[in-house]
């Protein structure tokens, strides 16, 4: 029996001994974070690291219809032990393996209930289970999450509601940088939500395995002002047609449960990822270790690439003898720009079909014809469509057109994570696989590790993206894209679809339509190619912004969509951030900043020995003033060098670094 356990052992015996709470610890294999189980009239934890509280003493428990609540009073039948230290595979993801070792403990209580507790070198994980017989009702489930101080928080409020249901959003959110006690009463916030504790050190809530369960929204716990506590939507009672367009499935009423679920099951993991610098958290593997693994067989039918999207820059192509819009010949031209420059894939957005009935088609719209042209061009076709349509003609839909030669599906104005959603979702990606269709799932909530589960789920929303330049003035966009590579990205991959040839300054920067712009440089634009995680990357310009920019467009060509290796360089929360990555023997390096130019050091230490070329798109020293303004080169560079950069306001590089043959 190792120390670990023995430490644990003897403070369950000595404090029953006592009769006070019984203490449980566990500690992280490199013995720096210890999470601990206070268990006694009520169930509450903590998390240290080193010296740090991290998480002070916080109720948890599960509410059970028939009024009983697991946690409370509750009496330990045995206590199991686990220490794991592996790899596991990733292949559609940021790095090819992922190491994944942690302490657990198993703590069985009386009543068929129990907690799985873990403890990684980078945050700690807990979760209920049950192993009652038949369908149990969770009335709601107790999760807090106090701090020790008022400790600043970076809060992504729930906004943009979907009529007046405060649990039906896009999960769309830039972020309140407040003290915890400033958090707005009788307000909800998404996860994952970053607290600074100080000293460097930050924590991140987040949750992980969400299956057949609501998923967590935080609020200000009212009791002491500078903490956190889980909120759940209620299980949906009667549903209807409403929302935006008139495409979004919307809860009319509600049950006075969260779930009607198996007896016998584990729910979903509530975590805290802690880092000591903020460059960690822009490498965090947290959800991948705490999720199930893959249950499709075969996963070699799933290519990740990069889309030319249409809806973005509103079909709008030049210099052509045709009516650009939503038919075959805007969508054969676009097929034509994406074979030429080795792009993978083509969407059909909003427009191709009715918007509630998926098998009514376009007359302006040869579906078939589109997908025969791109196979000949050796591009594949993404379809559009709202979830309420793909869920009326689920096998239907998906036999149909996987037939036709459709790749996948990109699936919208979900807008819920309540439990009858989040069922839905994983029905949807276990149909799709069976048909070998990916899923780019948008007006979605954050991932939650059904992308390990279902691989053939590519991407996801839940950020809000660059199409907000098309119709939001006042938003600092260059602040919110150098904040959720620390923040949003601890969930997943992110569909922020940038590439936007139109760049502009603060100060010239406009909402528009059929003419979008990005906030900040090109070179900025270029950057998240590489920084952003997204095994389906979108393109959002359209094919004549690409070939007027003939030069960006072929550089971003280049850059791969998932990785063997990610090393996180240096980066500040809503400043800055570099990381690099590898794919094969070639490294792609990315940068961004906010509005405030700097300096860069890059140390090329993670190449190996040799000599290499390094091709940098970098702001142009005009970039100030013309956003559109880069630097090309190419220059020779070994494992010994550093490069300087210096990003304009609101810029940003990215860098090819190739081996010389």
């Not at 701090?147 to 992504?156: I, L």
């Amino acid at each position: 029996m190792n120390s670990f356990f023995l430490y644990v052992v003897t403070i369950l015996f000595l404090s029953t001994t006592v009769g006070v709470a019984q203490v449980i610890h566990v500690k992280s294999p490199n013995g720096k974070i210890d999470m601990v189980v206070e268990n006694g009239a009520r169930m509450e934890w903590s998390v240290k690291h080193e010296n740090t509280e991290v998480i002070t003493l916080s109720a948890i428990s599960l509410k059970l219809g028939s009024g009983l609540v697991l946690g409370n009073n509750a009496k330990i039948v045995s206590v199991k032990e686990l220490k794991v230290n592996t790899t596991f595979a990733t292949p559609l993801y940021k790095k090819k393996m992922v190491v994944d070792e942690y302490n657990q403990l198993t703590v069985t209580f009386k009543g068929d209930f129990g907690l799985i507790l873990r403890a990684y070198n980078d945050g700690v994980a807990y979760r209920f289970f049950t192993a009652q017989k038949g369908k149990i009702i969770i009335e709601s489930e107790e999760a807090n999450f106090n701090f020790s101080k008022d400790h600043k928080a970076f809060v992504p409020y729930v906004r943009d509601l979907r009529e007046k249901d405060m649990y039906s959003s896009a999960f769309e959110s830039t972020y309140d940088e407040i003290l915890l006690s400033k958090f707005v009463k009788d307000s909800l916030a998404i996860s994952p939500l970053l607290v600074d504790l100080g000293n460097g050190k930050k924590a991140a809530i987040i949750e992980a395995e969400l299956d057949d369960y609501p998923g967590m929204f935080l609020t200000i716990n009212k009791q002491n002002n500078q903490g956190l506590q889980g909120v759940f939507a209620h299980y949906p009672k009667e549903e209807r047609l409403g929302g935006y367009n008139n495409m979004n499935y919307m809860v009319s009423k509600r049950e006075l449960y969260i779930a009607k679920t198996n007896g016998t099951r584990n729910y979903p993991w509530r975590a805290i990822i802690i880092s000591e610098s903020d460059k960690d958290l822009a490498n965090n593997d947290m959800v991948q270790k705490l999720s199930a693994p893959s249950q499709i067989a075969d996963e070699s039918w799933i290519k990740p690439g990069k889309v030319a999207w249409d809806w973005w820059n509103d079909w709008n192509i030049s210099k052509v003898d045709f009516k650009a819009g939503i038919n075959t010949e805007t969508y054969k031209y676009y097929i034509d720009f994406a074979s030429k420059n080795h792009i993978e894939y083509v969407i059909i957005d909003e427009g191709w079909s009715e918007e509630t009935d998926m098998m009514k088609i376009s007359p302006n719209m040869n579906i078939e014809e589109i997908i025969n042209y791109g196979k000949q061009k050796n591009v594949g076709i993404i379809l559009w469509a709202s979830w309420y349509a793909v869920n009326q003609v689920l096998d239907d839909a998906f036999s149909k057109y996987s037939k036709m030669g459709v790749k996948g599906f990109k699936i919208d104005f979900i807008d819920r994570d309540d439990q009858k959603m989040v069922k839905s979702l994983y029905n949807v990606a276990k149909k799709a696989a069976s048909y070998k269709l990916f899923i780019d799932f948008h007006g979605m909530y954050k991932p939650t590790g059904i992308q390990r589960t279902y691989p053939n789920i590519v991407n996801f929303e839940g950020v809000k993206g660059l199409e907000n330049a098309k119709w939001t003035p006042n938003d600092d966009m260059p602040h919110y894209e150098t904040s959720i590579p620390f923040i949003r990205m601890l969930a997943g991959p992110m569909d922020y679809t940038p590439g936007a040839m139109r760049n502009a300054t603060r100060s010239d920067f406009r909402p528009s339509n059929s003419l979008p712009m990005s906030q900040g440089t090109r070179s900025h634009q270029l950057g998240m190619f590489v920084i952003y995680e997204a095994p389906l990357q979108m393109m959002a310009d359209s094919p004549t912004a690409y070939m007027n920019e003939q030069e960006s467009t072929t550089f971003i060509s280049q850059i791969p969509t998932t990785f063997d290796e990610t090393i996180a360089l240096d980066g500040k929360v809503g400043e800055y951030i570099a990381l690099a990555r590898k794919k094969g023997d070639k490294w792609y390096v990315g940068g961004l900043t906010n509005w405030s130019p700097r300096e860069m050091k890059i140390d090329l230490t993670f190449l190996d020995k040799g000599s290499y070329s390094a091709e940098i798109f970098k702001d142009g020293i005009n970039a100030n003033k013309n956003a559109t303004d880069y630097k090309r080169e190419i220059i020779k560079v070994k494992n010994t060098d550093k490069l300087t950069l210096n990003m304009a306001n609101g810029g940003g590089f990215a860098i090819i670094i190739s081996p010389e043959k």
